[in-house]
DNA sequence: CGGCAAACCTGCGAGC
DNA sequence: TGCTCGCAGGTTTGCC
């Protein structure tokens, strides 16, 4: 589900909340996700303390007191809730729930479970697969227009598909990359290489988009909350995602769609060449 | 290696 | 009301 912005929405909330909590237990309440559980994950994670959480692409990483670190992904359907007691009944696709000593519980809920949860020593994260081949974060210093250039300069695919690419820039899913492509009058079905000599503009528009959209909470879409069970509120400000057939907000035009590797796509036919 | 489609799942809204 | 169909924000895999 979540791009970005939603991932570090997820984030700034839990940390508040249970920064400093320590895990009495913790209940798998099935054996896998979009991969299997680390195995004896329960018993590991049993009477450490949750000493921050970090951000890396869309991951989230729990870091443990002992070393340990919780590495989750929210695929398209994951939330994290914190629940105030442990009373509350476990619903469906309720698949983790780490009681707290304090009588709280963190659950993960994943309807189409294309999430993952694993554990891994903090020295095993350099050599993570998950995190090896991960471009750089689009926010911080090293998403340069330099490096965006020489990516896109060798790619032939439309420019939209590789913006999308997290081994080109990460976090940039497909509701933000139809809206930075906008932002930067840049026609979707362009050709990476043809793009590549407006990489300034690229940088400054999935940085801005990407800025903007967590400053407003995140965007709501199906199912995207907040930890405090509030949605977002960017997909108000949206500019071309889910608009086909409405007016252009920079121009005459009217928003069209189209399918590019299977996601769609939108763009403003006239401002966006 | 690059590009593309399919795969992993369930839920929901649209349309009949 | 109830069914089927298409689509949904991500990432990996395998095929050509």
């Not at 007691?85 to 309807?111: C, E, N, W």
């Not at 509701?175 to 940088?203: D, G, M």
């Amino acid at each position: 589900m979540p791009e970005l912005p939603e991932v570090e929405t997820v984030r700034r909330g839990l940390e508040p909340l249970i920064t400093g909590a320590t895990i009495e237990r913790l209940t798998l309440r099935r054996k896998n996700l979009r991969v299997p559980f680390t195995p004896d994950f329960a018993k590991r994670v049993q009477g450490a303390t949750i000493s921050g959480i970090k951000r890396r692409a869309k991951y989230l990483l729990f870091e443990l007191s002992h070393g340990e670190v919780i590495l989750s992904h929210l695929g398209m359907s994951g939330r994290f809730i914190v629940w105030p007691d442990s009373l509350p009944q476990a619903a469906k696709h309720d698949h983790v729930i780490m009681h707290f000593t304090d009588g709280r519980a963190l659950v993960y809920h994943d309807p189409r479970r294309f999430g993952l949860m694993v554990l891994r020593h903090e020295d095993e994260l350099a050599h993570e697969p998950l995190l090896a081949s991960l471009g750089p974060e689009p926010l911080e210093p090293g998403f340069t227009a330099a490096v965006l250039k020489a990516t896109l300069g060798k790619k032939t695919a439309p420019i939209k598909q590789v913006l999308m690419d997290p081994q080109v820039v990460v976090g940039v899913g497909n509701i933000y990359a139809s809206e930075a492509l906008f932002l930067s009058a840049i026609h979707p079905q362009r050709t990476a290489s043809s793009a590549a000599k407006h990489s300034e503009s690229l940088v400054r528009s999935i940085r801005q988009v990407l800025t903007d959209a967590i400053a407003s909470g995140g965007s709501s879409l199906r199912d995207f909350l907040q930890v405090s069970g509030e949605g977002g509120y960017f997909q108000h400000a949206f500019k071309v995602y889910g608009r086909a057939g409405k007016a252009c907000v920079r121009c005459p035009g009217t928003i069209e769609t189209v399918r590019l590797a299977g996601r769609s796509s939108f763009y403003c036919p006239k401002c966006q060449k």
